[in-house]
């Protein structure tokens, strides 16, 4: 009845924009309504009816009048309409591994199940556009049909493909895109260029999510993080995510060939997906290991090929050294040191003030260093990675000493950490130092001060704290920090300075005080520890109990992590599946640590099979100093890259050598993350303007696609001056005019 009355349907007046055809002025519509507005008030005027039977004539006349001028003026629905043949719909159907899998209580592969789906509704004959068939597996195909796709490939690229496919539809228009996958891409994690790229483009991308979200049974050993260079027969800490879906417990094994490392039972909590574990196993004799981590079950797993995770230990390979400072003997000092014994990739150098101008040396590397006290040049200090202050005056160092400290950590980027004690920090005088301004908290400048207050003092961590990964103990991490000891002293600082990170606060007289305290400054990192009191974790915890090593080893860690190298190998990844080629990233700096601005680099690549080839790497011109480039990787197996500076010809410096171990499987990555990945493809249309679908609710598709797409359209104007709602309104004006007349006798 609706579309009788209005010549069209409700749902295009409900998309359609309204319009006057005609084109003429509407003021003139709005003048010629005054006008007849006055001519009929002047014939009512004469008419000899009452005021209330003159004044319903004249609307009855006005409403006529009306109708007929807005007739004249050619009234019209506005739509936008898709032509035939003149839009592309792409669609792209993933063809990896990972889709070529049958989950459990399915008849159908995800592929098949997939190609099923498009057959039943008929999607690639939609007559509103032209449609183009594309598949992905490492890289993205175009098809003539569904009959043609490819064998299953090791590596799902749906990434690249979707950044890839504007370049590969020409001459039309891309209205949409339709990607049926299950998003397991295993290329790396779409970064933020990528996510603005393919909003930028303008073009809906609809998403059809395929495959289980979970698995009934599966362990996955998602990833190890280990340190990678390891002193001869000592521990190795290593930290394995394990995803666990429907499994109680597993074993954990670490092998090195035959021989096993490590083995432990586990047991996780049903209520989460996934769960990290800290491990230790020793590190064995000098050379090049290869570590098998395992998980496996008694359960009956859907995929068992996720199971393992191999990586390299480079046993005997440089260590990263730390100059510890300290201007008396104390319990910290002592428990420090312990803490770090036998800590496989740390090597810590100790220099302790006996007495007036006599140190007492441990861990130097040889007779004469440190032999004069603290480090007087700039080279000395610079071979060190990282520094720690204890209760040392700063009056016991010139000022030329104070400055390269400095400098140490401004531009030669090491870490610096600062401890507390009665002759530490402000109480040593440091505040009015060439260092204080590097100091992540302000210092008291004043020459006498009694900052340093022995007592109990409680402690908590900051919300950053807690968040931080080093700073995590096992099980309940807040809890496990809350029953600890309290501590046995407190200096009092200024506040954090801009910038830095307060990770922990201890309470004294009543308010919070910053306790641990992190910053960047220059191209390294300062810290400040306002306590020498964590010794009495270790006294007053039962003696297997590891927090106190734990957090030493975990903050002395973070220090030289991040220390710079005059040759710094970006480990990009430490595990490679399938890919066909190994990224190479160096920085080189020169003895005063600023960038080498050679325009290329040689580096020599150490194959699985022992073959060394040399590779030319380019100099980034974004990033002075930085070479790159990349290794085919056709081998299984351990690859190396060792690089030495200066350049090959000229004289080399005593450990300017450094090497680096990555680790590239064959016919393995499509069996990680294998399961619907459906918070990246929800992403995908949402930043798009596209929708998500079930593949179980494919046949809604084409009403998505109809309305949200990209495509190009034509203006139509839809003609509504003629539509019967006018005429009648026109006659049963009058005729009800006519009607009333009649009655009042007044024709």
């Not at 393992?308 to 003997?329: M, N, S």
Request: include cysteine; charged fraction near 20%; charge should be negative.
């Amino acid at each position: 009845m609706f579309e009788f009355l209005f010549n069209q349907p409700i749902e295009t007046w409900q998309q359609a924009d309204w319009v006057l055809a005609r084109g003429w002025p509407t003021l003139w519509l709005g003048l010629l309504g005054l006008a007849l507005l006055g001519l009929i008030i002047m014939s009512m005027w004469r008419m000899p009816l009452g005021g209330g039977k003159r004044f319903l004539i004249g609307c009855l006349q006005l409403f006529a009048a009306a109708v007929a001028l807005l007739m004249l003026w050619l009234p019209s629905l506005r739509t936008e309409s898709l032509e035939p043949g003149e839009n592309t719909v792409a669609y792209i159907v993933d063809a990896s591994g990972s889709m070529h899998q049958q989950d459990k209580g399915r008849s159908l592969s995800r592929i098949a199940s997939t190609v099923a789906a498009i057959d039943k509704n008929d999607l690639l004959n939609n007559p509103l556009f032209e449609n183009s068939l594309y598949t992905v597996t490492d890289r993205l195909q175009s098809l003539e049909s569904l009959d043609d796709l490819p064998e299953p490939s090791s590596r799902s690229a749906i990434a690249e493909g979707v950044e890839s496919l504007s370049k590969a539809v020409e001459q039309r228009a891309l209205a949409a895109v339709v990607l049926l996958s299950d998003g397991a891409d295993n290329t790396g994690v779409p970064d933020t260029r990528w996510w603005q790229t393919i909003k930028a483009a303008g073009i809906p991308i609809h998403t059809v999510g395929v495959g289980a979200k979970t698995y009934e049974a599966d362990l996955e050993l998602m990833d190890v993080s280990m340190q990678q260079v390891s002193a001869a027969d000592s521990l190795v800490r290593a930290t394995v995510v394990i995803q666990h879906h429907g499994v109680d417990s597993a074993r954990l094994r670490v092998k090195a060939g035959d021989r096993l490392l490590y083995a432990d039972d586990l047991t996780f909590d049903p209520e989460q997906l996934q769960s990290a574990h800290q491990i230790e196993f020793n590190s064995g004799d000098e050379g090049i290991t290869e570590l098998d981590f395992s998980v496996s079950s008694a359960s009956v797993e859907d995929n068992r090929l996720n199971n393992t995770q191999r990586r390299i230990l480079d046993v005997g390979g440089a260590k990263r050294r730390i100059l510890y400072v300290e201007g008396e003997p104390r319990w910290e000092f002592k428990f420090i040191r312990r803490a770090m014994k036998g800590y496989s990739n740390i090597e810590l150098v100790s220099l302790l003030r006996t007495s007036a101008n006599k140190y007492y040396r441990q861990g130097v590397s040889s007779a004469d260093e440190l032999a004069n006290g603290f480090p007087k040049t700039r080279e000395a200090l610079f071979s060190y990675d990282a520094v720690i202050i204890g209760s040392f005056e700063a009056a016991l160092l010139s000022l030329e000493q104070q400055a390269n400290l400095r400098d140490f950590v401004s531009i030669r980027g090491g870490s610096l950490l600062m401890l507390a004690g009665k002759s530490g920090l402000s109480n040593g005088g440091w505040g009015r130092t060439l260092l204080a301004q590097a100091l992540p908290v302000s210092l008291n400048s004043r020459v006498r001060n009694d900052d340093f207050n022995r007592g109990r003092i409680s402690f908590s961590l900051t919300q950053q704290g807690q968040r931080t990964d080093w700073l995590k103990l096992e099980g309940d991490n807040i809890t496990n920090w809350k029953q600890l000891p309290a501590l046995a002293d407190i200096h009092v600082t200024g506040e954090p300075r801009a910038g830095s990170v307060v990770l922990m606060n201890a309470e004294y007289k009543n308010k919070q005080h910053p306790l641990l305290v992190w910053q960047r400054y220059g191209q390294g990192q300062s810290f400040v520890m306002a306590t020498s009191g964590t010794w009495r974790w270790q006294m007053r915890l039962s003696a297997a109990d590891q927090t106190h090593e734990q957090f030493w080893q975990g903050l002395l860690t973070k220090m030289v992590s991040q220390t710079l190298q005059q040759v710094s190998i970006e480990q990009i990844g430490e595990s490679y599946r399938d890919t066909p080629s190994l990224p190479l990233a160096v920085t080189v700096r020169d003895d005063e640590y600023a960038p080498v601005t050679h325009g290329k680099l040689t580096v020599d690549v150490i194959a699985p099979d022992n073959s060394i080839t040399p590779i030319e790497l380019i100099a980034d011109i974004n990033n002075p100093g930085r070479f790159v480039g990349a290794v085919d990787a056709p081998m299984e197996g351990p690859y190396g890259m060792k690089v030495q500076v200066p350049p090959k010809g000229e004289s080399q410096a005593p450990g300017s050598a450094r090497r680096a171990w990555w680790m590239a499987s064959k016919n393995t990555a499509e069996y990680f993350g294998a399961t619907r990945n459906e918070s990246f493809l929800k992403r995908v249309a949402a930043e798009t303007g596209g929708q998500y679908f079930e593949l179980a609710d494919i046949d809604q598709l084409g009403k998505a696609l109809s309305l949200h797409n990209s495509a190009l359209t034509r203006t139509n104007l839809l003609p509504l001056w003629n539509m019967p709602f006018f005429f009648l309104c026109l006659f049963g004006a009058k005729l009800l005019e006519w009607l009333l007349r009649l009655r009042w006798q007044r024709l």
